[in-house]
């Protein structure tokens, strides 16, 4: 009796393996199918020509080391619906290109917990300076890098300082990830003008390869939506809020339950409020409808 019950998981056990196994490389299959050359950034294409030599090996190391952390893919796809289409929207409405929505997938994988130790934070991954640069509050009460909208309008409004002043769209990754002037320096000094030219730290030289690669693998995703989804169960989804105005806040705890709302819910929705309470201000915050 005993060995047939261990006969019987040991065959459960298998068949879960390979169902597993099975779900694996469907998905493997659909995500990480190596795009066809040209392969550009916002219509600015790879080089691959003599000239360019380390490019196409550059860009395979990233597209391998994305498709090799699956589990971590999946959360991207399931927080894309959360923030991807403010960005899209957001993109459009400043007339700067759409591929400008994965940098904030390099910087932080979607997730609203990130802190460097640079004291660069939230899904963007601002600077303290920068951020205040581009009308962000930041003081022991809030810290509007936690505010998706308005950090999401800000990095817009840099990238588009940025493109203004270098006109060349992976020079504006390069300049987001090391610093503009950092990089106009490393042009002059190199007497280039572009960033596949450009010999760089390594964390910079990766970046826009990085980028690439997460491009064309999220492509792979939305051609194929409707089958990784199935395999992947259900993606997060945004839920139905509205936005109040609110001054002074003297008790955080008090004021969510006048309302109706859970404390828990108010930080959640409002993870740039710092502490519990608001100082005097015309703030904007979320709650659930």
Same mark, same amino acid.
Do not use: C
């Given at each position: 009796?005993? /060995? ?26 659909? @995500? ?47 927080? #894309? ?8 929207? $957001? ?19 979607? &997730?609203?917990?990130?802190? =460097? $130790?640079?004291?660069?934070?939230? *899904? ?20 509007? &890098? #936690? ?10 409004? #840099? ?10 769209? $992976?020079?504006?990754?390069? =300049?987001?990830? &090391? ?24 964390? $910079? ?6 980028? @690439? ?16 989804? /199935? ?16 001054? /002074? *806040? ?17 930080? @959640? ?8 309470? @608001? ?11």
């Amino acid at each position: 009796m005993v /060995k047939k019950i261990v006969i019987f998981f040991v065959v459960l056990a298998l068949w879960l393996l390979y169902f597993f196994i099975q779900k694996y490389d469907n998905i493997n299959n659909l @995500l990480f199918k190596y795009p066809n050359f040209p392969i550009d950034f916002a219509w600015e294409e790879m080089p691959v020509d003599s000239k360019h030599f380390s490019n196409t090996e550059k860009f395979d190391r990233e597209f391998i080391v994305t498709s090799n952390t699956l589990y971590q893919f999946y959360l991207y796809i399931k927080r #894309y619906p959360i923030y991807v289409p403010y960005i899209e929207k $957001t993109l459009k409405e400043n007339k700067m290109p759409d591929d400008l929505k994965y940098i904030v997938i390099v910087e932080s994988a979607l &997730r609203n917990d990130v802190n =460097s $130790t640079a004291w660069a934070w939230w *899904i963007w991954q601002f600077m303290p300076d920068t951020a205040k640069q581009y009308w962000l509050i930041i003081n022991k009460y809030v810290d509007e &890098r #936690y505010n998706f909208e308005k950090s999401t309008d800000a990095a817009i409004k #840099y990238l588009k300082t940025i493109y203004n002043d270098l006109w060349n769209r $992976t020079l504006v990754l390069a =300049s987001y990830n &090391r610093w503009e002037n950092a990089i106009k320096q490393a042009l002059k000094d190199q007497w280039v003008n572009n960033y596949y030219d450009l010999y760089l730290n390594e964390e $910079t030289s990766r970046y826009v390869f990085k980028i @690439l690669s997460v491009k064309y693998i999220i492509k792979n995703y939305l051609s194929h939506q409707k089958s990784i989804d /199935k395999l992947i169960w259900e993606s997060f989804n945004i839920p139905n809020t509205e936005s109040i105005k609110v001054g /002074k *806040i003297d008790n955080l705890v008090e004021w969510s339950v006048t309302l109706g709302q859970s404390y828990n819910n108010i930080k @959640l929705l409002n993870p740039w409020i710092i502490w519990d309470s @608001l100082p005097e201000w015309d703030w904007d915050v979320k709650i659930l409808k």
